[in-house]
């Protein structure tokens, strides 16, 4: 092919490739550079978290380093209104950290941009006719028809390799004047690379987590601009990689299989190849249908909650919790280093590529809420605080008015189940599990008086006048404690719970037992943190009134 199909192609394109690599000059010395390039679709993916995560701190990991945000937005009919701002959002909201890319919907900050390739058309075109003047690339006018019979075809001959290529590839030796003449008739077209490559060749590709990977290599004309002008996800990634100068490409390993062809177009454009990192999807196991053992799939936006990053936003799972998490789950390393270093900034970890594993990391919910019970118990009470906060007044109601009457006691009630206890996963637990604190339409009375107090009913109601006559608010809690105690001996109940367990026989019941009473017309729950402070959290009358209440229903 010859300059005169790239002029005819590409009439309006001026630029050549050296006003491009001008343009857009290799980056200091040294520098690592990355990127995150998802598609603007709606929410993400908890995939699309974890390949920026690892983006992200594989960059801050080097000494030198820039690490951006690439919009993918050629495919038109997937995008979403306000997508870029979605993935900004999330990106800002999980503090994964971009140098350059779009700042919101029309704006971007950075020398190497525009980066949305929808604005980058004419580049992407600049490098087809390059290729096409080179006689590396060329035109098909194959319609789909014609691409049809062409695998049913090859379907009838079990080829072994199917597509566009050798003998299959009919646009590929069009003389110049067809090509011409069909131009000038308006037929529609894509540009396809002219592959050099043979089959069954194989060649040695790598890849920083899995080594050396050997692939037979690209033979396929694979397209490269579309009927719309527009390139493909292989040509956009090779043009733009290179002139933002990406020195280490990590992305899903959904396109490990198309590095052959994308090293063949870095190699016919004269682009040096980036380094190649393909990250394992994380998984889900689920009990196969006959029930014999389990099967292993990739987490679904459309069957699984926990697939959408915003599912952990919702049920208040702090951010740090998640990024431990999926580091924690992925990376053989990071438990280790985070047990070592609970109050350390995450990205001060040194993200080594090998450690990340190559079989997909397993979802498993109970490692989710173990990582994140331990990542609350090392937050202090006033980051907690403001979290919540900043939760409930997006996602609970309740307990953001409960949290706007009195701040204070807010805080001082975190303190109540925080100082002690290791079994607060995420914000929404809070209300679940300590609704005697936060919930003002929670009734302990209503709650099913437990079976063990069956045999203790005819004291009950004498202990407890006795406890709201003793009670003074202004006691400590081992005044509080010494007052409860002092009740037992009269009802036959034994002060010290070891010669109750010496001598069960001689009394009615134990402190143990007598406590609980109190405890459970307080609060409704058998087991709870400190009940003395819990009452100076709800307060004096509050505290009455719900005693009160529960002698009553006895
Ligand atoms: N837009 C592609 C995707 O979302 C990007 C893949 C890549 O990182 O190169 O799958």
Redesign the pocket.
Known sequence: MSKRVAEALFPHITKTYQDYEALYPARAEGTVCT?????PTGFMHIG?LY?SLINDLFTRSHEKGVFFLRI?DTDQKRIVENGVSEIIDTLNAFDIHFDEGPLNEQDDNGAYGPYRQSLRREIYQAFAKYLVEQDLAYPCFCSEQKLMEIRNQQEQENALQKGYFGKWAVCRNLDEETVLANLEKGMPYVVRLRSKGQEGHSRVYHDLIRGDISMQENIIDTVIIKSDGLPT?HFA?VIDDHLMRTSD?I??D??IASIPVHVEMFEALGFPVPNYAHLSPIMKQEPKEDGEGFSKRKLSKRKDPEARVHYYEEIGYPVQAVLDYLLTISSADYEPWREQHMDAPIFDFKLDLTKTGVAGALFDFNKLNSVAKNRVAHMSCEDICQAVKVWAARYDEKLSAYITADPERFLRSIHIWHDKRLDVAKWSDLMEMYPYLYDPDYVPADQPLPEKFQKHLEFIPGILKDYQQTFDYADDGSAWFNKVREIAPKYNYAVKTGPYKKHPELYNGSIADLSSFIRFAITGRLNTPDLHGIIHIIGEEEAARRIQKFAEKL
Do not use: D, I, L, Q
């Open positions: 990127r995150f390039a998802p598609s699309g390949t993918e996800y990634h490409v992305r899903a959904e396109w």
